[in-house]
């Protein structure tokens, strides 16, 4: 386990390398969440991350612990988007190129996004899973560091930043509501909570069309799932063992909501507190609004782990919502 989880001071070490790249985001509460939860509830906006989503920050920290030959190779990953951009705003930084595989479905936003920031964008991949074949034999052919976009202790003492910031502002958390994908924002966050707070709790949410990790936690081993469209396109893909072993260890329980349940929340959010969120950055509010997690003991956090949304898609959102 150790050589899948950051310690604590490695999540301390990579925040000190985040000073004045990755924003320290707001942890702002939410009245209308915590009435409805009968307690403080809190969410914390990675949606206002510099690259407008958490992962930035184990992008930036892996590729800054890269040696001097490796950046010279370049870094090849594979993502739904949001890891990609963080890998190429690093990249950018870092004065090292690189090059990311995305999904052809892919939303526009993250794509033009990971241009802008001088990357190259492969999206001929058919889903997430075929992305990332195709991104480790372009790496196995050029010699270029594949850059996992969900495992590997420098990218998850990165990610594991999230928690940290939140237990500094909010001493007295005792839940941490965690978006659930391939297991990146959990082991980071997981690891920190384990080492420095153990008596938080963790819960993980995912779509019902993203619920790899929640089949594989209740089967005790890893569940192919089936590659639906889902507006949580950054939670989407399969796991491996690795995050599995992840999810045994950190998860307190998780939870799946439906896409309707998660539309709903991508509206609310907007419209009742002005913040902007891609799917798989609602789904932690809307399974707070479903009222399932009224069990929970507050203060809770919610972390809205993104923003970037095609325009097209929350306009159609909204339009629905009424």
Sequence with gaps: MSRLLPSAAEIRAAAARLQGVAVRTPLRRSA??????GGDVFLKL??????GSFK?????????????EQRAHGVVTSSAGNHGLGVAEAAQRLGITATIFVPSNAPDVKKQGIAQRGARVTDEASDYDDAMLRARASAKETGAVFVHPCLGVPLLAGQGTVASETFDELPTLQTMLVCVGGGGLLGGVGAFLLSEAPHVRVVGVQSDRTDAMARAIEAGRVVEIENYPTLADGLAGQIDDDALTIGQATLESIVTVTEDEIASAIA???LAEGIRAEGSGAVCVAALRTGRLRHLTPPIVAIVSGQNIDEARLQGILSAAG
Excluded: I
Aim: without cysteine; aromatic residues 10%.
């Design 46 to 51: 990675e949606s206002e991350q510099l690259t």
């Design 268 to 270: 609310w959010l907007w």
């Design 32 to 37: 209308a969440l915590s009435e409805l939860a």
């Design 56 to 68: 930035l920050r184990g992008a930036f920290n892996a590729l800054s612990l890269l040696t001097p």
